[in-house]
């Protein structure tokens, strides 16, 4: 193996993608993966830290420069394995985690601007294990040593939260339920990330893996309004409960002319084409306005996902519209730079002030505003201001908002006791223990719209914090020869 | 999946459903609905519970084939069942006792009004129903309304029963009469509720309409159902479907109830669905195998 001086030279193995102009009209992964001796060579250029920076970048600590051991040892369910000590949706994490913005961000080599392709080899190894061998469940610690069969616990929500959450404790052994108010499970994993960014196969994997550690998958059911959480509890036995029901709920501009037709939100818009294959209408019954020229509010990952989306559809044009600059935007930074190299269009630093609709209703335009930085703000980046009489108007005949989520409000509104913050996020203590004795939060609901790490990450604290919960009330009884066990 | 136990057709192109769905029907209270997909590839199409039996655990649909959703729905029979039932959805307003109540139901509207109307009854309100169609032949549910109602007056567009005209028209006869409801309730087609609205508004009576926006989760998760009431965004899933109808932009709701004209009618052709399906096919690439 080569020595540091020389693996410091080495490049960044950059991992294969579709032609942009081929992909720009195909839903199909735009990111083909690592083959074995791409990430063999990748994996050889990490120098194995001691301190191990990459990994306090993480925000669940996978032990990164063990599981790179690991693959340039050519133990690639070995690495696997590594990684869901910590992560347990590593294919997925591994296509839609920021890495530029935490672990890669941390890599010693990351000064030289080729930090490790770490979300490369994550995907690499999981999509491995995925096609090779079947999944053996990582072991979770345990609180308490006793049998927690028929112990039902309910979990609220199937994004990614709620998906660790049922996967965790159901290894732990307790009988498992979770209820999704749609009709599919996964989350944003569903609705949300289009198949060119994350194929719905590896998410229905991970449900299929769920169901074979007998999890109840229940859908169509809002708790709240099909069920509350107090029912669920006395009336149906669960004797400790999840939610990680996300944040749904759409921001709007509130400009003029936003009802008009032809405004969307991002929500509605991925929700069409992702959750109900509207890109196969009529096949399947949901239809989606395909523009022509498609204006997207927002910077984003959404947006990036909008605007994507839109392209493949068959739009003509397809832009960004955002209100401050390149440095600013949200997004990953590899989907910027795929969403570039496909043709989208980026006006900077412009702000929608309001939407022209002709007389049959449809939008035909949205004049902008130009904008420029002043003083920072609260969240530390500049604050855009308008430059007057720099208005200017895109000729669009479809408009996608994607300026944010709040937390979704059918269960918090409907929870009597559930302590919320002023944004309506629901108030946990860190391991997501909320203000109902019997119930935890996590994910995107807690903290605002985040990460599926971040969200992954609740669920696997809130899993353990149950079972110690469960392990000195319902378990100890149990124990002590009282039988708690159902409701 | 939720077995349907009876289907009957009310009048030409309308049915009633009875499904079961023991979680919905626990829960429901008049004004709620429910979202339904009639199969795997279907839409997500919201529809105003008709009834319910929390002990027999079903509910009551009235569909009126409109577009290709209800006529697909159309088809079914006891036997089948519809893939999907999500609810009870949006808010089910308290009833109280207040005084006298005018109901009015235009067309399949009648169907949501009934339980309703049955509450304020129950709840020792008097209760004046208006019930509309195009003609006599698609007036439903005359008898249940008749039941739960003090007064019960009809009226179709061609005058084959009641009054000939519109239901706005009986409305305004009453007030003018001398009829002072405590509030008008409201349900039915755009411009019958509109009609409705013009009635009550120069007399200052509180007015509530039932909104059938397009919808899509039916949660408050995608804004399609937007409407704005008195200048105001809402979403008619959560914040609804019940709002004052004096504040309502009705021309807005008509607008955006068109958005998908030009695509109803490919869904609903079967020789353009299968001709469309092909070219689609060329069109997108094989998708990732897992
Ligand atoms: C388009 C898009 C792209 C994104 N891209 C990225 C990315 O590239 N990288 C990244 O890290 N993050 C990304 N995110 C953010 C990430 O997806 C979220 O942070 C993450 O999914 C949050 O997970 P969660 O489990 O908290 O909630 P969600 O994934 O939102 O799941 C919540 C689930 O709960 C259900 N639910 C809600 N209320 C109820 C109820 N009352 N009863 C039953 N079920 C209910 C919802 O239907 C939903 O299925 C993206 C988000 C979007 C919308
Ligand atoms: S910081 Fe970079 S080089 Fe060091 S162990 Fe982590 S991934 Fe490897
Ligand atoms: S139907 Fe999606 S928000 Fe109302």
Same mark, same amino acid.
């Given at each position: 193996?080569?020595? +540091? ?25 735009? @990111? ?6 791409? +990430?063999?060579? !990748? ?16 925000p669940v600590n996978v032990?990164?420069? =063990? ?11 070995? @690495?696997?394995q590594?990684i869901k000590e910590k992560n347990s949706l590593p294919a997925i994490c ?5 890495? =530029? ?25 999981a999509?491995?294990?995925r096609?090779?061998?079947p999944q053996a469940p990582p072991s979770v610690p345990a609180a308490c040593e006793s049998p927690r069969r028929g112990v039902r616990v309910a979990v609220v929500g199937s994004g990614p939260a709620g998906l660790t959450a049922a996967a965790d404790l159901a290894r732990l052994g307790y009988s498992v339920t979770v209820f999704e108010t749609l009709h599919a499970p996964g989350g944003v994993l569903r609705y949300g990330?289009? %198949? ?6 590896i998410l229905d994997h991970e449900i299929e893996y769920l169901k074979s550690l007998g999890v109840a998958i229940e859908t169509d059911v809002a708790v709240g309004l099909t069920v509350g959480l107090d029912e669920l509890h006395h009336r149906e036995g669960y004797q400790a409960i999840f939610v990680g029901t996300g944040a749904g709920l ?17 929500? =509605? ?6 959750l ?38 068959? @739009? ?11 440095? %600013?935007?949200?997004?990953?930074? !590899?989907?910027?730079?795929?969403? !570039? ?30 904008? %420029?930085?002043? =003083? ?14 720099? !208005? ?15 937390p979704n409000p059918i269960l918090t509104r409907h929870t009597p006791g559930l302590q919320l913050d002023?944004?309506g996020c629901i108030v946990t203590d860190a391991d997501g223990r909320t203000s109902l004795p019997y119930v935890w939060a996590g994910g995107d609901i807690v903290t605002g719209a985040a990460t599926v790490i971040a969200a992954m990450g609740a669920g696997k604290r809130a899993a353990r914090a149950m079972d110690a919960y469960l392990c000195s009330t319902v378990l100890a009884g149990q124990r002590a020869g009282v039988s708690e066990g159902r409701g | 999946m939720f ?18 769905a023991p979680r919905v029907a626990r829960k /429901?209270?008049?004004?709620?609905? $429910? ?18 039996? /929390?002990?027999?655990g ?26 999907d039932v999500l609810g009870p959805l ?51 549910? $005359? ?51 509109? /009609? ?21 989760d039916?949660t408050g998760m ?62 997108? /690439? ?5």
């Amino acid at each position: 193996m080569p020595g +540091a001086a020389d693996r410091a030279k080495l490049p960044r193995v950059e991992m294969p993608k579709q032609d942009p102009r081929q992909r720009a009209r195909n839903f199909s992964e735009v @990111a083909l993966g690592f083959t074995p001796e791409l +990430a063999q060579t !990748e994996a050889g250029r990490c120098l194995n830290c001691r301190n191990h920076p990459c990994v306090d970048g993480c925000p669940v600590n996978v032990p990164i420069p =063990e599981f790179i051991a690991l693959i340039v040892q050519g133990d690639f369910l070995g @690495a696997a394995q590594k990684i869901k000590e910590k992560n347990s949706l590593p294919a997925i994490c591994g296509r839609v985690c920021p890495q =530029e913005s935490q672990c890669e961000a941390r890599c010693v080599w990351g000064k030289k601007g080729k930090p490790i392709a770490i979300g490369g080899l994550e995907r690499f190894v999981a999509d491995w294990e995925r096609e090779h061998a079947p999944q053996a469940p990582p072991s979770v610690p345990a609180a308490c040593e006793s049998p927690r069969r028929g112990v039902r616990v309910a979990v609220v929500g199937s994004g990614p939260a709620g998906l660790t959450a049922a996967a965790d404790l159901a290894r732990l052994g307790y009988s498992v339920t979770v209820f999704e108010t749609l009709h599919a499970p996964g989350g944003v994993l569903r609705y949300g990330i289009p %198949e060119f960014r994350l194929p719905k196969g590896i998410l229905d994997h991970e449900i299929e893996y769920l169901k074979s550690l007998g999890v109840a998958i229940e859908t169509d059911v809002a708790v709240g309004l099909t069920v509350g959480l107090d029912e669920l509890h006395h009336r149906e036995g669960y004797q400790a409960i999840f939610v990680g029901t996300g944040a749904g709920l759409p921001s709007l501009l509130n400009i003029p002319g936003e009802n008009a037709n032809g405004v969307y939100s991002a929500n =509605e818009y991925l929700t069409r084409v992702n959750l109900m294959k509207a890109y196969r209408f009529p096949e399947y019954a949901t239809p989606v306005r395909i523009g022509h020229k498609v204006a997207v509010v927002g910077a984003g990952n959404v947006a990036m996902d909008a605007a994507r989306t839109a392209l493949r559809l068959g @739009a003509d044009d397809v832009c960004i519209v955002y209100r401050r600059s390149r440095q %600013e935007m949200p997004a990953r930074h !590899e989907e910027i730079v795929n969403a !570039e190299e496909e043709g989208i269009r980026f006006h900077l630093l412009s702000n929608p002030v309001r939407i022209l609709a002709g007389s049959d209703g449809w939008v035909q335009g949205m004049v902008c505003q130009r904008m %420029e930085l002043g =003083e920072p703000d609260a969240s530390g980046r500049r604050r855009p201001v308008p430059v007057p009489g720099s !208005e200017f108007t895109l000729d669009v005949d479809l408009v996608i908002v994607a300026i944010g989520q709040g937390p979704n409000p059918i269960l918090t509104r409907h929870t009597p006791g559930l302590q919320l913050d002023r944004h309506g996020c629901i108030v946990t203590d860190a391991d997501g223990r909320t203000s109902l004795p019997y119930v935890w939060a996590g994910g995107d609901i807690v903290t605002g719209a985040a990460t599926v790490i971040a969200a992954m990450g609740a669920g696997k604290r809130a899993a353990r914090a149950m079972d110690a919960y469960l392990c000195s009330t319902v378990l100890a009884g149990q124990r002590a020869g009282v039988s708690e066990g159902r409701g | 999946m939720f077995p349907i136990l009876a289907a009957r057709l009310l009048a030409p192109g309308i049915h009633e459903f009875v499904v079961q769905a023991p979680r919905v029907a626990r829960k /429901a209270r008049p004004g709620h609905f $429910v979202v339904i997909r009639v199969d795997e590839k279907g839409e997500r199409i919201p529809l105003t519970l008709a009834d319910w039996d /929390a002990e027999a655990g079903t509910i009551t649909l009235v569909v009126q084939e409109v577009g290709y959703s209800t006529r697909l729905m159309g088809q079914l029979a006891a036997g089948d069942a519809l893939q999907d039932v999500l609810g009870p959805l949006g808010t089910a307003p308290p009833i109280e006792k207040v005084g006298t109540i005018i109901g009015v139901g235009g067309g399949v509207g009648v169907a949501p009004l009934y339980p309703r109307i049955r509450g304020y009854k129950q709840a020792g309100n008097r209760v004046v129903a208006i019930a509309g169609a195009r003609s006599r032949d698609l007036l439903i549910m $005359v008898d249940r309304l008749r039941e739960c109602s003090d007064e019960l007056h009809l009226a179709t567009d061609d005058g084959s029963v009641g009054h000939h005209g519109f239901v706005s028209q009986v409305l305004e006869k009453l007030l003018d009469s001398g009829v002072r409801p405590a509030e008008v309730l409201a349900i039915g087609p755009v411009p019958m509720m509109r /009609a409705v609205v013009e009635v009550t508004r120069p007399r200052g009576i509180p007015t509530t309409v039932s909104l059938n926006a397009l919808m899509v989760d039916g949660t408050g998760m995608c804004g399609g159902c937007r409407v704005s009431v008195g200048g105001v965004t809402r979403f008619t899933c959560v914040d609804g479907p019940e709002f004052d109808g004096l504040q309502v932009d009705f021309a807005e709701l008509q607008q955006r109830l068109q958005q998908y004209r030009s695509q109803e009618k490919l869904a609903a052709d079967p020789a353009q669905r299968k001709e469309a399906c092909r070219c689609l096919e060329q069109l997108t /690439a094989p998708s990732f195998r897992g």
